[in-house]
């Protein structure tokens, strides 16, 4: 089993659709949790990013993180046709310490 | 304020070369990492540098190395490639303690 599962899709949604994102882990150590928005051939972008437990919201982006259920989700309201990236969510455990990626989920919002 | 910066942005070598690739951090930021991207797949940790030592390192071997300079940048040793060393190669830094990592664009190598 891997320590990060995520579906990598591709996921294909119409324009203004209500998008989710989700990751499972297996290692109830993991304390920070990030998501990354990536473009083709390019680096990742920092979206999102929570500690332990909890929401978070910035703008049509929302970040919840369930940690007795090693569950974590990003939801994409209102989503755009300039949304259509890969997104990566990934873990550590403490600051500064390596960070354990899923496979990404590849997202196209169509016009 | 520059973001990280990495050179080249492509590469093309033959099997059992050397290759040296180069990041440059965020302003302010002292502590780098590389990372491999496979075509496919989520980046996974190679090393990181903190004050010019390797601090921690990821599943890989020892043709794998690094280093890091006094001014923080940071370069990535491989050698004796092999077909399967060709991906896309990400750098991330932090400042200190920080738990927010920011990424470069990345070096595409290709090892044929």
């Known amino acids: 089993q891997k320590e990060v599962e995520q579906d990598p899709g591709p996921l294909s949604v119409p324009e203004g659709a209500i998008v989710s994102l989700n990751c499972t882990y297996s290692n109830s150590a993991f304390q920070y949790f990030m998501w990354y928005r990536q473009y083709s051939r390019k680096g990742p972008e920092l979206l999102m990013y929570t500690y332990s437990s909890g929401n978070k919201e910035d703008g049509r982006f929302t970040a919840q993180v369930d940690k007795s259920s090693k569950y974590i989700s990003l939801f994409i309201r209102d989503s755009q046709p300039s949304d259509s990236a890969t997104y990566l969510c990934?873990?550590?455990?403490?600051?500064?310490?390596?960070?354990?990626f899923g496979k990404g989920t590849r997202l196209s919002v169509i016009a | 304020d520059a973001g990280v910066t990495q050179s080249p942005t492509h590469l093309i070598k033959t099997r059992g070369q050397q290759v040296t690739l180069r990041c440059s951090p965020k302003s302010g930021h002292d502590t780098v990492s590389w990372y491999q991207q496979a075509l496919g797949q989520g980046p996974q940790f190679i090393f990181q540098y903190y004050e010019e030592e390797e601090r921690q390192r990821g599943n890989f071997p020892d043709r794998f190395s690094g280093h890091q300079f006094p001014n923080y940048s940071s370069e990535l040793n491989v050698n004796a490639l092999l077909l399967g060393d060709s991906a896309l190669y990400l750098c991330a830094s932090t400042k200190g303690g920080s738990d927010t990592q920011y990424f470069g664009p990345g070096t595409r190598l290709t090892v044929l």
């Open positions: 990934a873990m550590s455990v403490s600051g500064n310490t390596p960070l354990v």
